[in-house]
């Protein structure tokens, strides 16, 4: 019978101790400026503790921040640090404003604290990469890395090991059984000198020049794959498969666990467990807030609707939503027809249909702004993919890829794509190409921080564009 087994974090006790370690940073600089400032302690600063490592763990841990080091770089990490600390920080200010009313934070030893726990945190974290990077520059704890499968993925795991030469990583070559032909345009790197073959490999490893095999031959070679690892185990390295997932299109992919049998995900919305009530929450209260600021410019533009064309001020159009489901967008009428069949014709330059005031509305994207009804109903979310006509998603679901992917998250009024310049009337094929591309680029590398970018973002280019009429 076939032995079986479960895959593991990575550095998972490490990792526990870095969480350990910045929560000990945090604590021991605020009792330290509990006495240099000689302050009275108050049992409010407990709960401000507590919170404070609380929010900043989960934040930290919400960005990958413990994952293993060796595979991120020292700038990413110190973004991490940062955005996670002024996000707990801004929330527990928040609590205090609206609920508490303790005023503790206008004190000047917290906001010494505010300022010195960060600093203090990146640069403890720089300080123990610095110490590895010279321990293992110096030969300490290096890892000599082989790479089996002269392959596309085989170059770009090189690549990555030799940008990262403070990771102790040291690229020893590739072995591979067959003659390798390095087609011109096959990729961006140099063609690849073969070390020796597997059994090169076999007596290398027994040798001791190998520490780490890494194995990134085609998942159809499966014998293979197999038969070298059989052979691999009469020997003490390090072992790695790589599976080649980029052959695929990814969206959204993470690991996830069933019982101890790992499945990949290849098409999956960013929007689970508690991710998607942040999400929803975001859209509530910025919902909210939004709806209270353009009330009264709403009721003007309804107003000056019905004075200046015949209809209802709402047109009611039927969309693709979360999961293909049809819903019901709305906007501030701008033509004299309200289309909403099998075939809808998209607005142009110069359209006779279009209102002298509908024209204003529509290059300014006012006419946008009862969406956020269907933003706070839950239907769309402030961020997202447009949505389309459900005659056009017809349309371009068979010329375009991946089309009905960016209905794996709910549409947005606003999105990537609309703040990259892809906003407006898409009249050739190139111009939705490029919608739908940063349309899944957002789903790809969705966080709350990218919400809060393209929602600044738009008000600075969102609104008007060239494009919309």
């Known amino acids: 019978m076939a ?41 409010l600063y407990v709960w401000g503790l507590l919170f404070s490592i609380l929010l900043f763990n989960f934040f930290a841990e919400s960005q990958d921040a413990y994952r293993s080091w060796r595979g991120t770089n020292l700038r990413e990490e110190i973004e991490i640090v940062l955005i996670s600390w002024v996000t707990g920080i801004c929330v527990l200010v928040l609590l205090d404003v609206f609920v508490i009313h303790s005023h503790v934070y206008s004190e000047p030893f917290i906001a010494v604290w505010i300022i010195a726990t960060p600093i203090e945190l990146i640069a403890w974290h720089a300080m123990v990469r610095m110490a590895l990077g010279i321990l293992r520059s110096k030969g300490y704890n290096t890892r000599k890395i082989a790479i089996v499968g002269a392959t596309p993925l085989g170059k770009r795991l090189e690549f990555a090991f030799n940008k990262m030469d403070w990771s102790g990583y040291r690229f020893v070559g590739y072995y591979d059984d067959r003659k390798i032909k390095n087609t011109e345009g096959e990729s961006r790197f140099e063609p690849v ?83 998607s009530t942040i999400k929803r929450l975001e859209d509530i209260l910025l919902s909210i807030v939004i709806l209270c600021i353009v009330a009264l410019p709403m009721l003007a533009i309804a ?105 794996k998250v709910k549409p947005g009024i606003t999105g990537l794509a609309q703040i990259n310049g892809f906003r407006g009337e898409t009249d050739t094929l190139d111009k939705m190409e490029g919608r739908i591309h940063y349309d899944l680029q957002y789903i790809q590398s969705w966080s709350l921080w990218l919400d809060l970018k393209i929602i600044f973002l738009t008000i600075f280019k969102g609104f008007t564009d060239k494009n919309a009429y």
């Open 193 to 275: 000198t073969i070390e020796g073959n597997i059994e090169q490999l076999i007596e290398d490893c027994k040798q001791g020049k190998v520490d780490s095999v890494y194995i990134t031959l085609a998942m159809a070679a499966e014998h293979r794959i197999k038969g070298l690892v059989e052979k691999l185990a009469d020997s003490t390295v390090s072992v790695y498969f790589v599976p080649d997932f980029f052959t695929f299109n990814l969206l959204n992919s993470r690991w996830i666990d069933h019982q101890g049998i790992t499945a990949v995900s290849i098409y999956d919305s960013p929007f689970t467990g508690l991710d």
């Open 303 to 407: 107003i000056a609707i019905k004075l200046t064309s015949k209809g209802p001020v709402l047109f009611k159009q039927n969309r693709y939503g979360i999961d293909g489901e049809k819903i019901r967008v709305w906007k501030f009428r701008s033509m004299t027809v309200a289309d909403d069949g099998s075939n809808i014709v998209q607005a142009t330059k110069g359209d006779s249909r279009i209102t002298p005031f509908g024209a204003f509305l529509r290059r300014t994207s006012l006419d946008e702004l009862p969406q956020f009804f269907n933003a706070l109903s839950g239907d769309m979310s402030i961020v997202g993919p447009r949505p389309h006509a459900v005659a056009h998603n017809e349309e371009y679901r068979s010329k375009i890829q991946g089309y009905m992917l960016r209905h």
């Open 3 to 43: 032995r079986q087994g479960k895959i593991r974090r990575y550095d998972s006790k490490i990792n526990a101790i870095s969480r350990l370690i910045d929560s000990g940073i945090i604590l021991l600089t605020f009792f330290a400026l509990i006495d240099i400032f000689q302050v009275v302690w108050q049992p």
